[in-house]
């Protein structure tokens, strides 16, 4: 209100609304008031408002809608960390990864630790969107990742594998769907002991007796007497898990039958079986005349895991094949025994490239630091192949300089160094997950497997060790 006298003197109070102009403003004032105040308020509700809708939505299994939120935010919005969880999960539900990467990137910023319940369903979704891949290799790279890891919840998923048309996919399938411990309830495991293909057959009826799935004892049987090869070489086994020791008879007389095939087969099993009276026939097969069964031969003793191992495994570092030295020197490594290391030490010169790196990862496993020197140099090599070899020696290390080397080879301008890198990083210490992270986003789909493979491994490491403290 304002205060005026006229020209008697007398007061007079006008109202400054009374103005026309003056009046116009108000009202303008007032709309605008009116208009802004609740937009303001609707947006600062928004972010709450928004998120609610995402966990009904997410709770409800509706991924899509939830993926549809997070992509109309405003350009400007600040979504909070919960709507932030949701939309990452729900990007990985769908198989979309690649989203879920770049917001996993909007939550962890560099220099914060990374965030494992997080990054463990992430893993998984990157190998698991891949199962149905139109490229084989990259369905073979997935189904070989899940029979590593072994897990129970990816039950569906490994029994669908054993529709896959190829047999290599069928195979890990079902090698998968034992290690995670589903033989023994699994009816299409029991279906695949019937595939067409003979490769399918044996990791079914490995699986099963591993399982001890007493129920398929009678088809083991029927192979055993029916079928020659390979295939009656892990019927026999699979029998021998069964409680039928007398098997392991028919295995070790399998060694020496004149097919090659049959005989690696054989050495194969009796490695695994370790059983002290096959060390003699494994020992033996390192002079056999074929190069591949001496080389098999040279791997079960590494695998068998006995000091009698040396004196036929020092007999096969000195053989006129490079592939049956470097298994020899591999194995040495594996046996655990540091006096062996000047037998492996001379194989560091040998004139082979492969079998150096197979030295080098030998000397490792006993301890010796130094040959993570020569396995760098051989990380730098220009046949992509050696460097991955080189990648393969440095997993057996858990030392910074190997981790250093690794983190490079997985930034190589080659795709199979690279796998070899992020395969040998799920051995080494926590700090590698940072690395295998940043491995996610590689652009070749079997070495994003090959990654995500390795961190799980390492997660699942990290999580027993906090469990045991």
Known sequence: MVTRFDAAGRRVIRDPASNPATRARVIVALILTLTTVPLFTASAETPSAVESKAAALFKAGDYPAVTALYRDLPPDAAPSNAFLRLSLLSYVRLGR?????????????????????????????????????????????????????????????????????????????????????????????????????????????????EAHAADVQQRLLDVARTEDGPEAIFAYAALFKLGRSEKLV??????????????????????????????AVLAQAVYDPDPSVRAFAAGALGEFGSPGGVAPLTHAIGDEMAMVRGMAAASLGKLGIKENRPLLSALTRDPNLHVRASAAEGLIRLGDTSAITLATELARHSDPSIRGAAAQALS????????????????????????????GLRKSSDGAIPILVKGLQDSDEAVRIATANSLLQQLTRLSSSKRRR
């Open 250 to 279: 028919d295995i070790t007389s399998a060694a020496t039958l004149p097919d090659a095939e049959t005989r690696m087969a054989a050495l194969g099993v009796l490695g695994r079986l370790k059983r002290p009276a096959s060390l």
């Open 396 to 423: 057996a290390s858990a030392d910074k300089e190997a981790l250093a080397v690794l983190q490079t080879l997985l930034q190589d301008q080659q795709p199979l160094p690279r796998m070899m890198a992020a395969k």
């Open 97 to 209: 990864t690649d989203e879920a990467l770049a917001i996993y990137a909007k939550l962890i910023q560099p220099g914060r630790p990374h965030d494992v319940s997080l990054l463990r369903p992430l893993a998984l979704g990157m190998i698991t969107s891949h199962v149905r891949d139109r490229k084989e290799h990259v369905r073979i790279a997935a189904y070989s990742a899940l029979a590593e890891l072994g897990l129970p919840e990816t039950a569906a998923i490994l029994e669908d594998g054993l529709l896959d048309s190829s047999v290599v996919v069928r195979a890990r399938a079902a090698e998968a769907i034992g290690k995670a411990g589903l033989a023994l309830k699994s009816g299409a495991l029991r279906r695949a002991l019937r595939d067409e293909m003979p490769t399918v057959r044996i990791a079914a009826m490995t699986a099963l007796g």
